[in-house]
């Protein structure tokens, strides 16, 4: 009954930019934390960016000063900015939300579908 939709993937050349933007929509009273997570064949999906519900960020090494994450709480809706891109960040990008139904029920999480993000040149 929610859905992540992603969108805002693509190709782009090693240095360029991409934002990607996920949108939560069903039965919603609130959510928690967001953030966007990646994964590459053979590798365990990794988190990449993460921002609670007040705006507090938290990022991974490998991405810090390069990608910046934010909420539109009224659009429920979590953005990943991604600026000089390297070919290391190729991946499938999903997004995730941890969604509470009523007022003081325990939180979901959900997964959005998936978006592929390709740095090449």
């Known amino acids: 009954q929610v859905q992540l939709a992603e969108s805002g993937g693509g190709l782009v050349q090693p240095g360029g930019s991409l934002r990607l933007s996920c949108a939560a929509s069903g039965s919603i009273f609130s959510i928690g934390t967001m953030g966007w997570y990646r994964q590459t064949p053979g590798k365990q999906r990794v988190l990449v960016a993460t921002?609670?519900?007040?705006?507090?960020?938290n990022y991974a090494t490998s991405v810090d000063g390069r990608f910046a994450i934010s909420r539109d709480n009224a659009k429920n809706t979590v953005y990943l900015r991604m600026n000089s891109l390297k070919p290391d960040d190729t991946a499938v990008y999903y997004c995730n939300a941890a969604v509470q139904y009523v007022r003081g029920g325990y939180l979901t999480d959900y997964w959005g579908q998936g978006t592929q993000v390709t740095v090449s040149s």
């Open positions: 921002i609670t519900s007040g705006g507090r960020t």
